[in-house]
């Protein structure tokens, strides 16, 4: 999908809504585990009822290789599931030496069809070009994460600048906003205008919204640039709105009320 | 596998080897492409000539997840075929927020029954933890990698010192010796010396050996402390030491090789 198909898909929708698929089998509503893959059943009645709010679905890569082979069986499927349009992307933080990033990009971006993959810059440059490789396809670096952790080694500061921000420029020179996007964690809405400085072209990819307490009026108001620049990612706040029979249909509302606040913002 | 087993082990075969099977169908031996699953034969032709020469085996799993699901099945395979007593090592360098590093952590760990996965550090603690929360088992960090990209970012210095010694010492304030290892790449021999000054008993896991040009007399030198302290990994110099039907033999003298030198320092 390329960056203009981005735009005009947010636009259209009046939504920058991506919704996580961390789907949990001790999460997922009891009614559901009478069916031989509740996982797999879960996800197409949350993608069914959702589909038209949202512009990306982000199954968390996790959720499915805890169940090894037949896990891969559900992410499949589960990809197969979402409609044409919809922006496709695995929250896989994947990361290796050059030869090996190259199978994680073929994996992912190729063979499972996804649009775009988290990566970990940590091992820098030939972790990261390899997925950029492919045509129409994304890498997305974690820039600023939005866990308690961030706090260990991001913020460190180098040449007075904290090490995300050496991240966020070393990754400009080698992808551009038309391949590569920024993880940039709500829960830092104070520094979303200081990243936009430096960084005023590119997506960022937004997780934190929901249950980790990042406020989507604030991170939107320092966050969006003129191409609205923004996919902002909620999770358990959707997909486990309601743990009864009616989840599809809660989902559905928490998704409009998301989208609500977005439509001020596009 | 605990630490005085590791140590046991390493003592009793004269070998710190850990064996990469980073196994790619477009370099495996033609004549294996008559088999069903041409990987799973030749991960198991390498591990029965190879298993009393080294202490671990670690698979590089993106080589698996680049074919999904069936991936998975020959990476569950594969495992199953080491014998008992050899450290099985998931080359992963996975890395998320706790509730998914916790995920990584039972699919690794538990599901599959590896020993030990490699971990990114650049999310921080609550990426880190939930591996350490499993009995026996071990977090390998990533501190100082292989690469030429890991000049990116782990030599910038914050307050005087590299981040990969903030990553290593911050680190070791989560796990133990007892519970975790750091990768540290053989193609930096020149600071092992600076490392084992400031993390003298964790076991380093140390790649690029081989093919990446790693000197495996200094970093044994350098690394060693006086419990041997490391695991040396070599890859494609023994597991594609020949394109030919002699593969499996010649990956056995590819091993005793190292293990000739292996002797000397332990």
């Known amino acids: 999908m390329t960056r203009k198909q981005i735009i005009q898909h947010i636009k259209k929708k009046k939504s920058y809504l991506c919704i996580g698929l961390d789907s949990d089998i001790t999460k997922i509503p009891r009614h559901l585990l009478k069916y ?8 197409k009645q949350i993608i069914d009822a959702t589909h038209d709010l949202c512009v990306a679905y982000k199954p968390n890569i996790a959720f499915y290789e805890l169940y090894g082979s037949k896990g891969w069986q559900t992410l499949e499927k589960t990809i197969a599931h979402i409609p044409s349009g919809i922006f496709k992307l695995a929250d896989a933080k994947r990361g290796d030496i050059g030869n090996t990033s190259n199978m994680y990009a073929k994996a992912f971006l190729e063979n499972m069809d996804f649009d775009a993959i988290t990566v970990a ?51 400009m020179q080698y992808g551009s906003p038309e391949n590569m996007m920024f993880v940039i964690g709500a829960t830092h809405e104070e520094v979303f205008r200081d990243i936009r400085e430096f960084c005023p072209n590119h997506f960022f990819l937004v997780p934190g919204v929901g249950a980790q307490g990042g406020d989507l ?23 486990y709105a309601s ?16 989208r609500k606040i977005m439509r001020l913002y596009i």
Chains 1, 2 share one sequence.
């Open 36 to 43: 031989k893959n509740p996982i797999l059943e879960f996800n």
């Open 121 to 171: 810059p940590y091992m820098g440059e030939d972790s990261i070009k390899p997925f950029l490789e492919i045509k129409n396809k994304w890498v997305i670096v974690l820039g600023l994460t939005s866990n308690q952790g961030s706090k260990d080694f991001q913020f460190l500061k180098s040449n007075k600048k904290p090490i995300y921000q050496h991240v966020i420029e070393k990754c």
């Open 217 to 239: 009026h604030k991170l939107s108001q320092f966050g969006c640039n003129n191409d609205v620049g923004l996919m902002v990612n909620a999770t358990r706040s959707i997909i």
């Open 243 to 258: 743990p009864e029979k009616d989840f599809a249909e809660k989902a559905r509302e928490e998704a409009l009320s998301l």
